[in-house]
C-alpha cells in the first residue's frame, strides 16, 4: 500500500518523468503537491496501470492536488545536453512552475540535481511507494503521451500514437527506412535495443 509522502515535516512535492527512454519526443517531469489526507482508489506506480486507468486518474490528480506542474525538455536540448541532465532540467522546470512552493522534495530514482536550497530524497522505485510521485509518475506519462499522439497526425510512419516514441522493432525499422524526423533525439543509436548515448557534447 502507498504512502502518502517520505516525510511530514514539510511541504513535500513528488516529482517523476515520463519518456526518458525514447527515441523520439521531448522528456517530460511532473511534479505534485498532496493534501496530508489524499486518497484515490487506484492511484499507483503508472507502469502498472493501463491507459484507460491513467487517463481516467489524471483529471482526479489534477483537481485534488494542492499544487501540480508539468514540464518538457525538446529532443534538441536533450541531444545538447544528454538524457539524464535533461531529465533533471524537467524536473526543475516543473517546480519552478508551481504555485505553491515545497519545503522537501521526492524524487522517483536515485539520481537528482539539486534544485536550489530545498532538501529532497531519491527513491528507488519511489512512484510504487509514495502517492504523491505515483501521482508525478501519471501526470508525467499522461500528459507526454498526449503530447505523442499529436505528433502521431503529423508523422503517422512512425506509429507514435502506438508506440509513444519508445524503441519499438517497427519504430526503429521506421527511423532506419525513413530516416529521423525533426523530434527525433540523434544522440541514440536507432539500432541498439539497449539504446546507448553516442556522441555527447555535453555531460
Sequence with gaps: MLINCYQEEFIEAG???AGRGCLAG????AAVILPRDFHLDGLDDSKKLNHEQRDAL?????????????????NEEIDRINILNASF?????ALDALHMKP???AIDG?????YGEVPHCCVIKGDGKYLNIAAASILAKTHRDAYMEQLD??????????????PTIYHREAVLSNGHSPYHRKTFRITDPQLELFSVSAQ
Design 89 to 93: 532540467l524537467a524536473m526543475h522546470r
Design 103 to 105: 519545503g522537501f522534495l
Design 58 to 74: 489524471r483529471p482526479l490528480i489534477e483537481e485534488r492536488a494542492l499544487a501540480w506542474a508539468v514540464a518538457s525538455v525538446d
Design 153 to 166: 497526425c503529423e508523422f503517422p510512419h512512425f506509429q507514435w500514437k502506438q508506440n509513444k516514441g519508445y
Design 15 to 17: 516529482l517523476d518523468e
Design 26 to 29: 521531448p522528456v517530460f517531469a
Design 110 to 114: 536515485n539520481r537528482f540535481k539539486k
